[in-house]
Structure formats: structure tokens, C-alpha cells
């Protein structure tokens, strides 16, 4: 299967996404060395949400970052563009309402969710500002949102030797768990060249989100940045 590039055109990344969907979480478990779940609790935590609330996760996938949302009794709605997740999500939790749309796009209404959420998709956005504009527009004024994603660590040299196993190992031991090296050739350079903390801060900023503020996680391997609507 043809890997996607840089320019992250949608068919591209999709596409890739659905060659790899069933075996997607376990190969996140295995590269992370099991971090991902804690990144997800947290950015659950985060997003704070309360039962009832409606809730936005985009880039979803297989749900699997929806499901702690669904189990505490909210009612979270998993979106992604790849159909190839989206029905696995739906072959393990057949409960969940997944919806196929495009992070720039969105299909719903103004004003529609509480909170919206993404962990590990934004910089596989092909416009991050578009996103970011759109998820703005879907949230009720006081409505807040959290990106949990992958960034810069913060001790230069554990930052060196990250790099290094992230552009050298990660696609090598992926290819073997998914036999698709190539698509994880393209995540460890998207990461690579994704902005930093503030960069990103920056960007949410200008898309008209407030009380924008970031936390890093295990070293800023991972940043969770959060804002808020203006009411």
C-alpha cells in the first residue's frame, strides 16, 4: 500500500489509515510502550465532561478514545474521515454513533457539542487552522476543547535521542506488527515536523479560541493544549 506524504492530501491519508485500521490500537500500545492509554485518560480527564454532556471526538478512529467518554455516560460522538477505522470502531463497539466527515468540514451544526476533542489526528489534517476554526464552530459559546498530540520534549538531550528512535526504530518495529511500514515512515515524519507547544497554542489563538494553555506530558513527548469559546 502506498504510504501518504506530507502534503497530507484527505484520499491519501484516509487511505492509508484504512490499510492499517485492524491493527492500528495494538501497534499504538506496542510503540508507546503502553503510554497511549494514560495519554488518553488524561485527555479525558481534561476534557472534564459531564453525563449528559455532548461531546466531540474527531479523528476517533477505532473509538477507542471515545470509549471512556461513552462508559462515564456521556454522550460522545467518534468522527473520522477513514472508513476503513470507522467500521472496525463499529465491529467493537457497535453502541457508538461513528460518523465519516472531514475535520474541515464538519457535518453538524453550529453550536451542537459542549467539548470537542482530538488526540493524535490534527497534524494528520490537511488545513490544522481549518480544523481548528471548525471545531471552534460546532462548540457552544463557553464550550471548550482539548488536543492531546504528539510534540516537542522539553530536555534537549532526551529530545535528540527521541528523535532518533522515533524517525529510525518506530517505522521498523511497526512494519513488522502491521507489515505497512511505509505509513509509519509517514506518522514519524509528521511528527517531526508538527509545531511545537506554543507554535500550536499560537494557531488556536488565531482560530478565535480562548484561554488557550498547554501542558506537557511524559517530557513533552506529548502536549495537551485546551481553550475555550468566548461565551
Given at each position: 500500500?502506498?504510504?501518504?506524504?506530507?502534503?497530507?492530501?484527505?484520499?491519501?491519508?484516509?487511505?492509508?489509515?484504512?490499510?492499517?485500521?485492524?491493527?492500528?490500537?495494538?501497534?499504538?500500545?506496542?510503540?508507546?510502550?503502553?503510554?497511549?492509554?494514560?495519554?488518553?485518560?488524561?485527555?479525558?480527564?481534561?476534557?472534564?465532561?459531564?453525563?449528559?454532556?455532548?461531546?466531540?471526538?474527531?479523528?476517533?478512529?477505532?473509538?477507542?478514545?471515545?470509549?471512556?467518554?461513552?462508559?462515564?455516560?456521556?454522550?460522545?460522538?467518534?468522527?473520522?474521515?477513514?472508513?476503513?477505522?470507522?467500521?472496525?470502531?463499529?465491529?467493537?463497539?457497535?453502541?457508538?454513533?461513528?460518523?465519516?466527515?472531514?475535520?474541515?468540514?464538519?457535518?453538524?451544526?453550529?453550536?451542537?457539542?459542549?467539548?470537542?476533542?482530538?488526540?493524535?489526528?490534527?497534524?494528520?489534517?490537511?488545513?490544522?487552522?481549518?480544523?481548528?476554526?471548525?471545531?471552534?464552530?460546532?462548540?457552544?459559546?463557553?464550550?471548550?476543547?482539548?488536543?492531546?498530540?504528539?510534540?516537542?520534549?522539553?530536555?534537549?538531550?532526551?529530545?535528540?535521542?527521541?528523535?532518533?528512535?522515533?524517525?529510525?526504530?518506530?517505522?521498523?518495529?511497526?512494519?513488522?506488527?502491521?507489515?505497512?511500514?511505509?505509513?509509519?515512515?509517514?506518522?514519524?515524519?509528521?511528527?517531526?515536523?508538527?509545531?511545537?507547544?506554543?507554535?500550536?497554542?499560537?494557531?488556536?489563538?488565531?482560530?478565535?479560541?480562548?484561554?488557550?494553555?498547554?501542558?506537557?506530558?511524559?517530557?513533552?513527548?506529548?502536549?495537551l493544549h485546551r481553550g475555550t469559546r468566548p461565551a
Amino acid at each position: 500500500m502506498s504510504r501518504a506524504s506530507l502534503d497530507k492530501k484527505p484520499a491519501e491519508v484516509a487511505s492509508m489509515f484504512d490499510g492499517i485500521a485492524s491493527k492500528y490500537d495494538v501497534t499504538n500500545d506496542i510503540m508507546s510502550l503502553g503510554q497511549d492509554r494514560r495519554w488518553r485518560r488524561l485527555t479525558v480527564d481534561a476534557v472534564a465532561a459531564l453525563p449528559g454532556e455532548r461531546v466531540l471526538d474527531l479523528a476517533a478512529g477505532t473509538g477507542t478514545s471515545s470509549e471512556p467518554f461513552a462508559d462515564d455516560g456521556v454522550e460522545v460522538v467518534p468522527c473520522d474521515f477513514s472508513i476503513g477505522m470507522l467500521r472496525e470502531g463499529k465491529r467493537r463497539r457497535p453502541d457508538l454513533p461513528f460518523v465519516a466527515g472531514d475535520a474541515t468540514h464538519l457535518p453538524f451544526a453550529d453550536e451542537s457539542f459542549d467539548a470537542v476533542t482530538i488526540s493524535f489526528g490534527l497534524r494528520n489534517v490537511v488545513d490544522t487552522s481549518a480544523a481548528l476554526r471548525e471545531m471552534l464552530r460546532v462548540v457552544r459559546p463557553g464550550g471548550r476543547v482539548v488536543i492531546c498530540e504528539f510534540s516537542q520534549p522539553t530536555w534537549k538531550p532526551f529530545r535528540t535521542v527521541y528523535t532518533g528512535y522515533l524517525m529510525r526504530l518506530l517505522p521498523r518495529v511497526a512494519g513488522l506488527v502491521t507489515k505497512d511500514p511505509g505509513s509509519y515512515d509517514y506518522l514519524a515524519e509528521s511528527i517531526r515536523s508538527w509545531p511545537d507547544q506554543p507554535a500550536l497554542a499560537h494557531l488556536m489563538i488565531d482560530a478565535g479560541w480562548d484561554s488557550v494553555a498547554y501542558r506537557n506530558v511524559t517530557g513533552g513527548v506529548v502536549a495537551l493544549h485546551r481553550g475555550t469559546r468566548p461565551a
